[in-house]
């Protein structure tokens, strides 16, 4: 069933977190609740090697940086589940920078983004990603490293 | 055993049948043969429904507190304008999560908005058949993180 883990090549994802995320557990903890960004990290490092693959954690705070370092995902690794934090609502540049890399993108949040602010109900980059999961705390990025991995849970081809 | 209602709504029947560039091959059958089989994995109960009627949606709903101990709902078209099925998961007092089978947010602008997702715990949207099973592991996992 973890195909990707028996193909002898392990595939390798990135997880990157946009401005903020590195707060977490110290802000807002009512709506991103106590965990911090390291322990969320260990979470998803957990899942991975559970499913045989591997991956790497990159956070920052600057667009430029999130947007140099998805193109430089290009042709590197698997795919990239990204929680572009507030980026997500306004920035063309991201998304731009998610077509340009080829790689599929799955776009997390820790919270239910349609239960805030209006600004927050729309994604710049929704379009650009395979998908959108929201809303289930930390669990979210579980959630989405599965999605990442095609060939897991697929019961309706085998 | 916790116990989980899935609920699909208008046209997902044709499932496999219409537009399966956009919502692929497989049928709403194989979807919950899936569920059933994940279900197993997970240690809880599914059970699976399909309406085409809004009203049915409501009522099914309504029926579900004190059987259920949570939704997944995947209300197809209605997601987008059914202030109705907002006010049923609202009124039901059970956790629900929202699935799409495509990315609704790639496709027409008016498929950008749910009415529903503000009453509901999160959304899982554009990961094919298997955003259902990623929301049964998300309901599954309430509480626990």
Known sequence: MLAAGGRGIMKHYAVVHGPNLNMLGKREVGIYGGRTMESINADVEAEARKLGVSVE??????????????????GRVAGILLNAGAYTHYSV???????????PVVEVHI??????????HVSFIAPVCLGQI?????????????????????PWTS | MKSF???????????GTRKTSIYGEGSLEDIHRGLQARADELGVAVECR??????EIIDSLQSALGR??????????????????????GAMLLP?????????HAREEFRHTSVLAPVCVGVIAGFGKKSYLLALDALANLGSA
């Open chain 2, 68 to 89: 259920f101990d949570g939704v997944i709902i995947n209300a197809g078209a209605l997601a987008h304008y059914s202030y109705a099925l907002r006010s049923a998961i």
């Open chain 1, 93 to 103: 540049a991201l998304r731009d920078g998610i077509s340009a890399a080829s790689v």
């Open chain 2, 96 to 104: 629900c999560v929202e699935v799409f089978i495509s990315n609704v």
């Open chain 1, 57 to 74: 954690f990159y956070q920052s705070n600057g667009e430029g940086e999130l947007v140099t370092f998805i193109q430089q995902c290009r």
């Open chain 1, 134 to 154: 929201c809303g289930f705390g930390a669990y979210s990025y579980i959630l989405g490293l599965r999605a990442l991995i095609e060939e897991r849970l697929d």
């Open chain 2, 5 to 15: 209602l899935v609920i699909s709504g208008p046209n997902m029947n044709l499932l």
């Open chain 1, 111 to 120: 919270s239910n983004i349609y239960k805030r602010e209006a600004f927050r």
């Open chain 2, 50 to 55: 399909q309406f085409n009627g809004e009203g």
